[in-house]
Each structure stands twice: as structure tokens, then as C-alpha cells.
């Protein structure tokens, strides 16, 4: 399918099943409650797209652009979510205009910089060199997730959920950590940031 020459502008309840869609461009389409299912889209580009209540199972999105693109109560399951700048997405004035889930997603080389996502949720994904360097993740969940080198720097992490995520390096003197959950042993990692001397 070629959505850039398809004259269809809204797209409601429709399932696009094993689509092609690879280093398009698509641009002011509208996709309200749809399902993308093992879909090709590596490399496409949505600019002033909009995606409600959409959900992505076993595709490939990598390096997907998505400039001025809105993303509202999205989600992601056993999809390839690659190296994608979701700064370049519209999220509104002052916050996100809805909540985005990925289940047992691969995130690595992504940046969520300076966002503000509240209920965030990654669960089961490999989130490896992920920049959430001055985002708002107040009650980000973070189950099962391996954040190896990913960067918090600046991060408002208020009661979000680390309790079972794995290989973080987190310093507890430069982001908010107030009612955040972490778990032992992963939260000596928490230490690191801190001129002390740890001894077993």
C-alpha cells in the first residue's frame, strides 16, 4: 500500500495487515483506533499525522520520522521502535496529549528529551542508549526493561517505577527522585553518583 498516493485522508477502525510501506512519506493523514500488524514501515516519515487510539503489534518502525505528528493513547507491542527523535513529535503546549505503552519492544537509540510523558509506560522492552535527559516521566513505569547506557540527566522521575527494571545508571543528585520505586540489588546503582565508598 502507498499511503503518500492514497487520496484517503481519515482512516477509522482499519487494520493494515503486512504493509510495505518502507521510506515513505505520508503526510496530514489521520488514523483514529487502527491496528498496524507486522507492517514494514522502516524509514517511513508521518509529518502532520495524527495517531489516536492506534496500536502497532510486530512491526518495524525503525527510524521512523515524525515531525509534527500527534500521538495520543498509543500503543506499541513486540514492534521495533528504533531510533526515533519523539521530540520531533506534537505533544502539545505544556504536555503530552496521551499516553504511550510499549510491551516487549526493542527502543534502543531513541530520545525522549525534554518531554514531558506522564504514565509512560515500557514494559519488557530492551530500552539500551535511550536519552530521557530532562524529560518529566512523573509515574513512568519501567518493568522488566533492560536501560543499559540509556541517560537520565535532569529527569523528573517522581514516583515512577524502577522496581524491576535492569542495568540503569541513575545519579541521585541530579534528577527528582521522590517517591520513586527501585528495588535491591539494581538500586546500588543509585550510589555511584555519590562521593562515598562502598564496602561489602
Known sequence: MNFATD?????????????????????????????????????????????????????????MKIKYSVFADVKFEDTKVVGINWTEAMWGKNSL?????????TLNYSTFIGLKMHKLAIIRCVAKDVDFSEADLTKATFDETDLSDSRFHHTNLTEANLSKATNYTIAATNNTLKK???????????LRSLDIVLEE
Open 7 to 63: 487520496t484517503e485522508l481519515e482512516y477509522e477502525q482499519k487494520m493494515f495487515r503486512k504493509i510495505d510501506a518502507l521510506k515513505q512519506v505520508v503526510k496530514g493523514k489521520s488514523f483514529q483506533n487502527c491496528s498496524f500488524v507486522q507492517c514494514d514501515l522502516k524509514e517511513i516519515a508521518f509529518e502532520n499525522c495524527k495517531f489516536r487510539d492506534c496500536t502497532f503489534k510486530g512491526c518495524d518502525l525503525s527510524l
Open 180 to 190: 520513586t520505586r527501585f528495588s535491591l540489588p539494581e538500586a546500588v546503582n543509585l
Open 97 to 105: 496529549l496521551g499516553s504511550l505503552t510499549f510491551t516487549e519492544c
